[in-house]
């Protein structure tokens, strides 16, 4: 099967991979009257397939040609019992193209680090081992406390900018210190 795109893309589509398509039955009756379904031509699936239709058939290659274009397997996929040669500018969705044979012109498959897996799980187990033992250490009292600082220095807009000695006023600075989201502790004060 040869499939060619001079000034486009070839693209396999977004079909459901469930669909089933059965041709006309085709029942097979020996010698000795022993009968036989044939159906060897069924095929399942949308997208850009090369099946082989017997056992006694040789698989097909398909070559799948866009010299100016992409060749995308999309999500429907690109599936050939024998083998397959690509040849465009660009391959799209390789992980949905599976190939009986050898392929050509497909790029491999991008490998899983096993490693770098293993070292961002072990990095996020401790990172919750922290966040577990920090909890453990607020103990019974619900909710971690928070302490807010304001210094203010001015205000926008205040006419009192450009007085010198405005300047060389100290700045406030207030504290807060906020109740737990429970409320249920009133006991503790809140300071200004």
Known sequence: MVLWSSGGNLNAGQGPRSAASFPPVQ????????SELNVAGAISGAGIAGFQPSPDVQAPNVFLIAPLGT??????????????????????????ISVG?????????????????AAA???SAAANAAVTEQANRAGGRGTAQSRITVDVIG??????DDDPASAAAPTA????RQRPEDQSDRSMPLFY
């Open 27 to 34: 029942v097979l009756v020996d010698e000795n009257a022993f």
């Open 101 to 117: 044979g050898s392929a050509v012109g497909v790029p491999a498959a991008a490998a899983v680090d096993a490693g770098a897996n």
């Open 71 to 96: 060749v995308d397997a999309g999500e429907a996929g690109i599936r050939v019992a024998g083998n397959l040669f690509v040849s465009a500018q660009a391959v799209a969705n390789a992980e949905n």
């Open 121 to 123: 799980s072990a990095a």
């Open 155 to 160: 205000f926008s807009g205040d006419d009192e």
């Open 173 to 176: 600075r207030r504290t807060v």
